[in-house]
C-alpha cells in the first residue's frame, strides 16, 4: 500500500517512539560520541553512548568497516534521542547509512517511508529466527535485522526456594507457579516480585502472562486476558506481591530482588551479570503459560536497519557490513560484548551455547519469545500498549475490577487506532 511522507507522519512517530524506549536493553543517557578517520566514510548511528570509541563495541563496528573497505563514522545517542533524530534526518534526506534501532522503533520509521526493505536491499534474511525477525515487519516486508535478543523470566533466590522446600523444576504452569509462592508465604518469606508501572515497562512485564493465557493484543478484553490481570491482581491483594509493583520500574524490581528477600523477580537477559554477584545463590525458570509451556515472552534489542539513500550505489557497500555483523561469528561477539544479547540465528545460538553453556535457559526464552510489534501490528502497538498499560494500573490499585479495567481498554485502543 501506498506510503505517506516521511514529513506528514514525523510529528505522530516522535511521539509514538517515546513510549517504546523503556525496554531498550541498553541504559539511556549521555552525549552523542562519534569516531572517524580519513578516507571513505560510511556513517552508523547506535544507541549505546556508553560505549566510547575505546569500547570493545566501537571497535567491532570499525572492524566490520574495515572488512568492507571503508571508514565507520560511529554516532551514538540515548534510544529516544536516536530514534527522534533518525525522524528528522529522514525527513531532511540526510539519514545515516546504518541505524540500530530497538526493535518497536522499526515499523514506526517504515511506516514513515525512511527505510529500505531487507528484500529491495537484497539480503537473505532467512537465517534469523522468525519470531525475532517479525518485530522488523510491516505489510509483508522486512524492515531490519536483529543483532540479538533479550527477553524475561523469573529469577529465583535458591536459599529461599530451599528452605520452603520448592524445587524449581516442578513450576511448569500457573497452577504450580502458586503451590510454589503460596510455600514461600508460608515460610514467612516474600514470594514474587515484578513491574506493573504505568509505563511500557509495565507492558513489556505484563505481556508474558497476557499470551500466556492465550490473550491477543488485538483483544485486550478476552475472556484469557482477563485472566492474566486477575492472576497479577490476586497476588496484590492477597500479598503475595507488595503494592510497590503499581510503582516499580524493572530496575526497582531488581534492586527489590538483590535485597535477598524475595523469592522470584520477573526480569531480563541483561541482569545475568548482577544475578552472578548477588550476595546469594540465584537461578531461572521460564515463565509458564497458565496451562504449561513456556509463555511467550517479549523481545527487546535492536535492529540493524537500512535508510532510503538517493545513492543506491551505496547499499552494497552497507550489504557487506550487515553481513560481517551478522555472521554466527559476528553474533557471538555482539552478543559476549554486551554480556546479555542471544543470537538471532540458530547457528549463532549454538556458538554461544559452546562458549557460555549457562546461556542455555536464555536461549530457550529467545526461542519462545514475541515482538510486541508483530502479527503486523505496528504502529498500532504502542497505542493498544498504552491501553493496557492504563488497564493494569486501574485493576492493581483497586480503581476498577480487572474486567472493567480492560474493557475500557478495548475500548481506549480502538477509539486510538481507528479500528
Known sequence: ?????????????????????????????????????????????????????????????NACGQQAGVTIQ???????????????????????????LDNPAVSTLAD???????????????????????????????????IGANTLALYYNKKILDAAGVDPKSIKDWASLNAALKKVKAAGKKPITFSAIGTEEGSFQFLPWFWGAGAQLTQLDSPQAVEALTLWNTWVKDGTAPNSVISN???TTWEEFLTGEFAFAEN?????NSAAKAGFPTGIVQIPGKDGGAAPTPTGG???TVPVQ??????????????????PEGLVETGTTFAYYIPSTADGQKAILAKEPSLRPWVEAVRSAKGRTSDNLGTKYPKISEAMWTAVQKALSGTASPADALKAAQAQAKQAIGG
Open 310 to 327: 538517493k545513492d543506491t550505489q551505496r547499499y552494497t557497500t552497507t550489504k557487506k557490513i550487515l553481513e560481517c555483523m551478522t555472521t
Open 1 to 61: 500500500m501506498p506510503r505517506p511522507s516521511t514529513s506528514t507522519k514525523v510529528g505522530a512517530a516522535v511521539l509514538a517512539l517515546s513510549a517504546l524506549a523503556a525496554c531498550s536493553s541498553a541504559p539511556q543517557g549521555g552525549a552523542a560520541t562519534s569516531s572517524a578517520s580519513a578516507g571513505a566514510a560510511y556513517t552508523w548511528w547506535d544507541p549505546y553512548p556508553q560505549h566510547d570509541p575505546a569500547s570493545a563495541w566501537a571497535k567491532r563496528v
Open 112 to 146: 514513515a517511508g525512511m527505510l529500505t526493505s531487507m528484500g529491495d536491499f537484497g539480503l537473505d534474511t532467512t537465517k534469523f529466527d522468525k519470531n525475532l525477525i517479525a518485530a522488523g515487519e510491516l505489510d509483508g516486508k522486512t524492515y531490519g535485522i536483529p
Open 74 to 100: 560511529r554516532t551514538a545517542y540515548d534510544t529516544t534521542a536516536l530514534t527522534n533524530q533518525a525522524l528528522l534526518a529522514g525527513q531532511e534526506g540526510n539519514a545515516p547509512d546504518v541505524i540500530l
Open 268 to 272: 531480563g537477559t541483561w541482569q545475568i
Open 249 to 251: 520500574s524493572q530496575n
Open 302 to 304: 535492536e535492529f540493524i
